[in-house]
C-alpha cells in the first residue's frame, strides 16, 4: 500500500508543530513554577499569589511544592532540577533517575573526570563528555532521551 504524500505531509507538518507546542508548554510551566517561587519567596502569600495570577490556590500549592496533602513519596522528579513531574511534563526514566525536557534541552556535554559516571547508562571517565553536576548524564543518553521525549507527544 502506498501513502498518500499529500496526507504524509500535512501530518508531519502538525507532527512538527505538536513537538514545538509541547516544549513551549513544558518551558511555560516550568518558567511559571519559577515565577510563583520567587514571588513566595519574596514574601508573597498563596493566597495573593492566586489572586494576581488569576489561578486556583491548589495550582499555586502544586508550583510551590506544598500541597495541601503531603506529597506522595512516589512523585516522580527531575534529577537535574528537582521539578516534580506534575509541574515539568514528561519525564525521562534512567535506572534511579529522571529528566526533563527543560534539562534535555538546557544541559550542555563538559568533558567528563576520573570517577563521574552517567546516571543513565553508568558510563564515564574522563573521555566521555558529561553534562549537569551530580548527577551526571552522557551526550549519548542526553542526545537518546532528547529522542524520546521528541517521541513522546501527548495526543
Do not use: K
Amino acid at each position: 500500500m502506498s501513502l498518500d504524500r499529500v496526507v504524509l505531509a500535512v501530518a508531519d507538518r502538525a507532527r512538527v508543530r505538536l513537538e514545538r507546542a509541547t516544549a513551549e508548554a513544558d518551558d511555560a510551566r516550568h518558567e511559571l513554577a519559577e515565577a510563583v517561587r520567587s514571588l513566595h519567596r519574596a514574601g508573597g502569600s498563596v493566597e495573593e499569589i492566586s489572586a494576581a495570577l488569576h489561578l486556583d490556590p491548589y495550582r499555586i500549592r502544586l508550583h510551590l511544592g506544598t500541597r495541601e496533602a503531603p506529597e506522595d513519596p512516589g512523585t516522580l522528579r527531575c534529577a537535574f532540577c528537582g521539578g516534580a513531574e506534575y509541574q515539568v511534563g514528561h519525564l525521562v526514566a534512567g535506572p534511579s533517575v529522571h529528566i526533563c525536557r527543560r534539562c534535555v534541552t538546557s544541559l550542555v556535554p563538559h568533558p567528563g573526570h576520573v570517577g563521574a559516571r552517567c546516571a543513565f547508562c553508568g558510563h564515564g571517565g574522563a573521555h566521555l563528555p558529561l553534562a549537569g553536576g551530580d548527577p551526571h548524564i552522557c551526550s549519548s543518553c542526553l542526545d537518546a532521551s532528547s529522542h524520546i521525549l521528541a517521541d513522546n507527544l501527548t495526543y
